[in-house]
């Protein structure tokens, strides 16, 4: 079976910037794109420069600045927004202009006003405009996920043969099951002549909470370029988050497909993206939260202290956490308890160790967690009133 390339594009510049209070400065931007780079992605979207001066200008320097990696540049379907999109990436050593509409009869309708014919001949004459300025030239039919998939085929039909290097299918409002998502995929595969000379990407949002699956399902199904963003932002609900179908295709996929991302880099990024967005991440974020390699209940403490496997299908090194922690509370047993004492540098003997955590129970029942410095009064409590035979 082939080890096929999957192409990733992080989208965090530009459709995770578009969150309301998460926006980057050019030089904060400058700065996530370098780490990027570095850990290997393929894409940056770097922004879309009609929108303002300073996103122009943050574009314009990502652009001078990125080697490796293609620097990419939104634009609706209109010849100012491309213009100025080509003239914010004009440095880049591999620029992609991305330009492209809404599919959807409700956008068709409500957003455009128009008929699905205009439409198609807006996508065309986008493209075409685009190809004026660069050779990689992606088309996106926003709200593909909400498009019939016949009427899909023909509007990417159109974008191939006007020269769209790669499509992207955009499930905009995060409303696709991942089987119809996988089966759109399917079908643009299929039905589209010359779509094998293209890339198909993926562009998920997270509404209802899908946006991995539905990416994953894409690939599945003939897609070779996941759009995704560091934490998930994204508008609303957010995007597909980056470190999951990384992990994802890591763990479940290695036979059949692989990425180029150092998976290292995660927390580093995560960390960077969060602070600079003003943005916390949830501790229960899968792979990056602060939760996510940390253990609290007994049963699991015991598990994971006899084997880290027992209760962890990740290396915590593999994403640039050094170690799982151990987190004491009210919930944790005798096991956490030991092995934290040993930590601070505290061995129990034998029969220490009931003493010891009959009073940590009831110093964790006060407070929601046990830290070292709770656990060192503890101690010396315990044992200094030992010595004094108390
Ligand atoms: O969600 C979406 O459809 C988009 C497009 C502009 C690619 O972000
Ligand atoms: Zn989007």
Redesign the pocket.
């Known amino acids: 079976m082939k080890n096929e390339k999957i192409q990733i594009f992080d989208?965090t510049l530009r459709?995770g910037e578009q969150v309301p209070g998460c926006k980057l400065n050019a030089t904060q931007k400058i700065i996530i794109a370098k780490e990027l780079e570095i850990a290997g992605v393929d894409v940056i979207e770097a922004g879309f420069p009609i929108s303002s001066p300073a996103d122009f200008k943050a574009v314009q320097m990502i652009a001078k600045e990125i080697k490796n990696a293609t620097v990419c540049a939104?634009s609706r379907s209109i010849e100012k927004d491309i213009d100025v999109a080509a003239e914010a990436i004009k440095n880049a050593k591999f620029p992609r202009i991305?330009t492209?509409i809404g599919t959807s009869d409700q956008h068709i309708k409500y957003k455009f006003n128009t008929t699905p014919d205009k439409i198609i001949e807006r996508a065309i004459a986008a493209v075409k405009y685009a190809k004026k300025y660069v050779e990689d030239v992606e088309f996106?039919a926003?709200?593909a996920g909400r498009t019939g998939k016949e009427y899909l085929a023909k509007v990417i039909q159109a974008a191939v043969k006007a020269g769209a290097t790669v499509v992207?299918i955009?499930d905009?409002t995060g409303f696709c099951l991942p089987e119809e998502y996988g089966e759109k995929i399917a079908f643009l595969r299929d039905n589209v002549i010359g779509i094998e000379n293209v890339t198909i990407s993926t562009?998920c949002?997270n509404d209802l909470g899908l946006a991995t699956a539905n990416s994953i399902a894409g690939i599945e199904n003939g897609a070779t370029q996941i759009e995704c963003t560091i934490n998930g932002v994204g508008?609303r609900a957010g995007n597909t988050s980056l470190e999951e179908v990384v992990m994802l295709i890591k763990k479940k996929y290695a036979n059949q497909f692989h990425t180029d991302f150092e998976t290292r880099k995660f927390i580093a990024l995560s960390q960077l993206v969060a602070n600079s967005m003003s943005m916390q991440i949830p501790a229960n974020k899968s792979i990056v939260g602060s939760n996510a390699f940390s253990h609290s209940s007994g049963i699991h403490q015991d598990g994971v202290l006899k084997q880290r496997e027992n209760y962890e299908i990740i290396d915590p090194e593999e994403v640039g956490v050094s170690k799982s922690s151990i987190v004491l509370t009210a919930r944790s047993g005798r096991a956490a308890l030991a092995f934290r004492c040993k930590e601070i540098g505290h061995q129990l003997e034998n029969g220490e160790l009931d003493i010891v955590y009959q009073q940590f129970l009831s110093v964790a029942d006060r407070k929601k967690e046990v830290n070292d410095n709770d656990l060192k009064t503890l101690l010396s409590s315990i044992f200094s009133k030992q010595r004094l035979g108390q």
């Open positions: 989208t459709d939104l991305h492209g996106y926003e709200d992207n955009p905009t562009h949002h508008e």
